[in-house]
């Protein structure tokens, strides 16, 4: 009996610490960087609104070039959606919709990722001129992560391992574009 009992303390307590520890942790994340890119900020808006360009920069879609991918919609329209299905298990599957453009300025978009990890991502990259021939851009990701599985988020740092991808990702972008004409 007292044996019992010694178990079902140690289970609720190592319940009551999950639950103390995602009470506590982040439920969200926001991770963003910028780079400046040496071209007229239409130049870059026009580039970037199209999804399927990202074939040529961002870091997650060059992962797997072989991935099977479904287009749904005019690319560089709201509503155009790109889903991905991959055997590469970092690039996993999932689908990327615009949701929102505001023309030369910002573009909005979500991320659904169903394996290997299910999640949303919320993702914007928006366009500022700083003159005539430069252009700054921002890109932004972030997620929600419920608990109890945001504790992964006490122990593992996003902003530093998306950061770096995402800025990654910002240099390919910056080199695809300063290369055109």
Request: no cysteine; proline share 3%.
């Amino acid at each position: 009996m007292d044996t019992l009992l010694t178990i079902i303390g140690i289970i609720a307590g190592i319940v009551l610490a999950v639950l103390a520890l995602s009470l506590i942790a982040a439920k969200s994340y926001t991770i963003q960087r910028k780079i400046v890119i040496n071209r007229p900020v239409m130049q870059v808006f026009n580039y970037i609104k199209y999804l399927r360009n990202q074939d040529n920069y961002s870091k997650w879609v060059m992962l797997d070039p072989n991935k099977r991918i479904t287009d749904i919609g005019a690319d560089g329209t709201v509503g155009f959606n790109s889903a991905w299905d991959s055997d590469v298990k970092q690039v996993g599957k999932g689908n990327h919709t615009i949701t929102n453009i505001i023309e030369g300025k910002r573009l909005d978009t979500r991320v659904v990722f169903i394996k290997p990890f299910a999640g949303v991502a919320d993702v914007y990259m928006a366009t500022q001129a700083i003159s005539n021939d430069v252009t700054e851009v921002t890109w932004s990701f972030s997620s929600k992560m419920p608990m109890p599985m945001n504790i992964m988020l006490l122990f593992i740092n996003m902003e530093k391992m998306l950061g770096r991808d995402i800025e990654e990702s910002l240099n390919n972008l910056k080199t695809v574009l300063e290369k055109q004409a």
